[in-house]
């Protein structure tokens, strides 16, 4: 059997909607010495796996794991408000290495303090994707980032 090894870099990176653009306030400071937008840049981040051997050649399904930090939530790939902006993965794609789909949990209903029914569709804790893909015989450099909203 032909073998592609994978080795994976995935990173996080927060999205910012169009209403949060013109805020010029500074960054608010939190217990620690960081700000508000340190903890933000480090609210994801990718857990596993760092490198996987597939079949080359056939569909292979490899399960990307990420971890929200505790107390934090981003928006689910659907969320149920068109102004809210939805977590995706952004794949640079390598010849002979093919990314054909990837598969997003459904959310978890959460609803803020200040409006309690209105429900958002988020995620918490971890986060898993199904990441369909295909590669041909070799070492292969999968280099991915999510994108979020939090």
């Known amino acids: 059997m032909r073998l592609a090894v994978i080795l994976l870099l995935a990173t996080a990176a927060v999205g910012v909607s169009a209403a949060q653009s013109p805020i010029k306030d500074p960054a608010l ?29 056939h569909p292979a399904l490899v399960d990307l794991h990420f971890r929200i930090a505790s107390g934090l939530h981003i928006n689910s790939h659907d969320p149920r ?19 054909t789909a990837v598969d997003f949990p459904p959310g978890t209903d959460y609803a803020l303090a200040f409006a309690p029914k209105e429900k958002l569709s988020v995620y918490t804790g971890e986060l898993v994707l199904h990441t369909h893909l295909t590669a041909q015989p070799g070492e292969h450099l999968l280099q991915a980032t999510l994108h979020y909203q939090a």
């Open 81 to 99: 408000e068109k102004t809210l902006i939805p977590t995706r993965l952004a794949v640079v794609e390598e010849r002979g290495f093919h990314v």
């Open 29 to 57: 400071p939190i217990p620690g010495g960081q700000s508000s937008r340190d903890n933000m840049q480090t609210a994801v981040e990718f857990v596993s796996p760092v490198q996987i051997t597939v079949a080359a050649d």
